[in-house]
T-cell receptor
Framework: SQQGEEDPQALSIQEGENATMNCSYK?????LQWYRQNSGRGLVHLIL?????REKHSGRLRVTLDTSKKSSSLLITASRAADTASYFC????????????FGGGTRLMVKP | DTEVTQTPKHLVMGMTNKKSLKCEQH?????MYWYKQKAKKPPELMFV???????INESVPSRFSPECPNSSLLNLHLHALQPEDSALYLC?????????????FGSGTRLTVV
């Protein structure tokens, strides 16, 4: 089953621009995580934000979390062609045991 | 070692074959997972092992049989698969009790059932 929905499904920008991806989810969570996947390869963990945190930064990445709206956003600043990938949010839901449930993903293309 | 290693990277099998996918990690993670991913779709959870015991089975057909021989290894045994089972199979691991570090994924096995 899919916990989250991501918006937009696809995004195309020029190198140097910022990219914003949004994620909505349905249940109470322990944390929310963002992953990147290059063209059918494995997923790479980018950042984890706990339910009691509102914003987190890691390099060019900025993640926000609004638990009242059950939503999160991932901002990539000063994008590069190498950022071209699919980005997934994933929720670690409370009372759900050890399981991470992924949203539908956003396919980002950064044009050089 | 901070990796999850999956073998083989690619596998083509007939519907009557028996094959196994392997996953290995040496990070001391006590939770390991199998996910299935179809093209342009998110990964879907299949199985969760916690401390070498199966803790979650997401209603996966019995033609998929997981096995966790020890804390570093996770296998997925395949038998009598259907063409619609063709997908990328991803293994992941995490520190079981600590919910603050995310999962480490392998590169996956691209499975084609013919």
């Amino acid at each position: 089953s899919q916990q989250g929905e991501e918006d937009p499904q696809a995004l195309s920008i020029q190198e140097g621009e910022n990219a914003t991806m949004n994620c909505s989810y349905k249940t109470s969570i322990n944390n929310l995580q963002w992953y990147r996947q290059n063209s059918g390869r494995g997923l790479v963990h980018l950042i984890l934000i706990r339910s009691n945190e509102r914003e987190k930064h890691s390099g060019r990445l900025r993640v926000t979390l609004d638990t009242s709206k059950k939503s999160s956003s991932l901002l990539i600043t000063a994008s590069r062609a190498a950022d071209t990938a699919s980005y997934f949010c994933a929720t670690d839901a409370k009372d759900a045991g050890n399981m991470l449930t992924f949203g539908g993903g956003t396919r980002l293309m950064v044009k050089p | 070692d901070t990796e999850v290693t999956q073998t083989p990277k690619h596998l083509v099998m007939g519907m009557t074959n028996k094959k196994s996918l392997k996953c290995e990690q040496h990070m001391g993670h006590r939770a390991m997972y199998w996910y299935k991913q179809k093209a342009k779709k998110p990964p879907e959870l299949m199985f969760v092992y916690s401390y070498e015991k199966l803790s979650i089975n997401e209603s996966v057909p019995s033609r998929f049989s997981p096995e966790c021989p020890n804390s570093s290894l996770l296998n997925l045994h395949l038998h009598a698969l259907q063409p619609e089972d063709s997908a990328l199979y991803l293994c992941a691991s995490s520190q079981d009790e600590d919910r603050y570090y995310g999962y480490t994924f392998g590169s996956g096995t691209r499975l084609t059932v013919v």
